[in-house]
């Protein structure tokens, strides 16, 4: 046998091409779905409506909610017609067309099926709002409670801003010089990287409600010329004392992410290694930590509403005064909501921050 014959023989004939799979299935899905997300949200603006007796805010309300609920049919739509057209592509024996229609629908049914079951959350967060004849909204929402309220949380929620930005002025520097300490080389820098480690690892361990109440309660108590000072000011020393420990780690991480091969050639150029941390390591270690450094920010600037445990007139004690006051908790959700209202965008900076570097570091 010649090796052309084995060659004829062991060759196999190309395999048929299967046809895309149907869209049907996923459309209907789809369109179940939406169906559902319409009809409860449908019933949820109705107890909506009912609940605040046809008023006409509530009736908008209701309105736009139903109007977005109808949004998921048309991707769904848009999967039945692909589903169609996948079918007549087939007929006409057009593989390849077929299955990029097919995919489209595909794409096209999990949008209807995403955005119905967020209709369905969300109504069912309302829902859960107006539930027990609405106590969870009048427990927590009440505008009357909002109106009363606002403006002297508002005028105690800047004190919240302005603890937590001049205390992230004092983390930032003492967060750095505690990294540099721990970071010192040798035996020279021994005792200060056994100070700084001590440091970093003991007020990371304590809570910082509980670093707060010995600084504010304490300090006056052990140095009496600091009984003059006002509690704000004590409030922020015990926030940057807590905060410098995490700060500092993020500094070090930065710090250590940076090639040996930069000191080491910034050294051979005759730079001190002072030098060297000041013009060629920090810099850069700044602009590699910015991400982690806003995320411990946003946690700090959280944490001024534990200043309210000192009697500091912050929000959070503000509302709690008026929450005694009214028999209402809707102050405090006033409190939160500020407190959201400041952190979203930060946290969203922080993901463009991370996008940026990602899309550097990839070549973009």
Known sequence: MSTANLIREDTQSPPTPSPPQPVLPLAVIALLASAAGLAFTA???????EFN??????????IVFIVLALYPFLPTVKA???????????????????????????EEAFIGIGYAAAALIASGV??????????????????????????????GFWINIWVALVAQVFVLIFGLILAIMRMLPGRAGAPLRFIAIMYCDIFRAIPAIVTIYLIIF??????????????????IVALTLTYSAYV??????GLSSIHPSQSAAARSLGLSYVQTLRKVLVPQAVRRVIPPLLNDFIS?????????????????????????????????????????????????FVDWLIDRDAS?????
């Open 218 to 235: 304490g300090l006056p108590l052990a140095i009496p010329a600091m009984t003059s000072w006002p509690v704000t000011y004590l409030g």
């Open 248 to 253: 500092a780690e993020v500094y070090r991480a």
């Open 53 to 62: 007796h046809g008023g006409i805010k509530s009736t908008i309300f209701a």
């Open 80 to 106: 039945f017609g692909a589903n169609a057209q996948r079918s007549s592509l087939l007929r006409d024996k057009k593989l390849v067309s077929a299955r990029r229609a097919a995919a489209g629908g595909r």
């Open 300 to 348: 700090l600037q959280k944490d001024t509403a534990l200043l309210a445990i000192a009697a500091v007139p912050e929000a959070f004690l503000i509302a709690t005064l008026w929450q005694s006051k009214l028999a209402n908790l809707s102050p405090v959700m006033l409190v939160a909501g500020l407190f959201i209202l400041i952190t979203i965008p930060q946290a969203r």
């Open 126 to 155: 309302l829902f859960l709002a107006l539930a027990n004849n609405g106590s969870v909204a009048i427990t927590f929402f009440q505008q009357r409670a909002f109106r009363m309220s606002f403006s002297e949380i508002i005028h």
């Open 360 to 364: 550097r570091k990839a070549g973009g």
């Open 43 to 49: 019933f949820v603006s109705y107890k909506l409506r």
